[in-house]
């Protein structure tokens, strides 16, 4: 029955857009990282990735990206992907997946468009440097 499934409640685990720079583009670029804040190991990591909104009064919309991580130990951070200049303007949403003690999380994360700036940013706990948090 559907009162029988519990959904456990994501905690600890977030996103942050953390800026920096690039050889390959010889600018600072935008990058996500996974942040486990958790006394928990996450296994079986899966992270989709899209982007969507309204641009010039037209609907645009970006191909699904996924990453896979077999394992993120606790306490630490894994960069997921770049985030293209062009696509800071839409809305980002990230669906992140993971088991703790063969118990499935799940959670959607979005950084709304026009959200990732130098405007926005804090300290992100453990990486220790300025970025966009989501939660």
Same mark, same amino acid.
């Given at each position: 029955?559907?009162?029988?499934? +519990?959904? *456990? #409640?994501?905690? =600890? &685990?977030? /996103?942050?857009?953390? +800026?920096?720079?690039? $050889? $390959?583009?010889? #600018?600072? &670029?935008?990058?996500?990282?996974? !942040?486990?804040?958790?006394?928990? $190991? /996450?296994?079986?990591v899966?992270?989709?990735?899209?982007?969507?909104?309204?641009? $010039?009064?037209?609907?645009?919309?970006?191909?699904? /990206?996924r990453?896979? %991580?077999?394992?993120?130990?606790? @306490?630490?951070?894994?960069? !997921? #992907?770049?985030?293209? +200049?062009?696509?800071?303007?839409?809305? =980002?949403? %990230?669906?992140?997946?993971?088991?703790?003690?063969?118990?499935?999380?799940?959670?959607?994360?979005i950084?709304?468009? +026009?959200?990732?700036? *130098?405007?926005?940013?804090?300290? @992100?706990?453990?990486? %220790?440097i300025?970025?966009?948090?989501?939660?």
């Amino acid at each position: 029955m559907k009162s029988d499934i +519990q959904i *456990p #409640e994501v905690e =600890n &685990v977030f /996103l942050a857009a953390v +800026q920096e720079w690039s $050889d $390959d583009f010889m #600018e600072k &670029v935008w990058y996500v990282y996974l !942040i486990n804040d958790s006394d928990f $190991d /996450l296994d079986s990591v899966m992270v989709v990735s899209k982007a969507f909104g309204t641009l $010039d009064g037209e609907m645009k919309k970006t191909s699904l /990206l996924r990453h896979a %991580f077999i394992h993120v130990p606790a @306490v630490s951070v894994v960069k !997921i #992907e770049m985030v293209e +200049q062009n696509v800071l303007r839409l809305n =980002n949403e %990230f669906m992140v997946t993971y088991f703790i003690d063969n118990i499935l999380y799940d959670k959607k994360f979005i950084f709304k468009a +026009q959200s990732i700036t *130098p405007d926005y940013v804090e300290e @992100v706990p453990i990486l %220790f440097i300025d970025g966009v948090i989501v939660r």
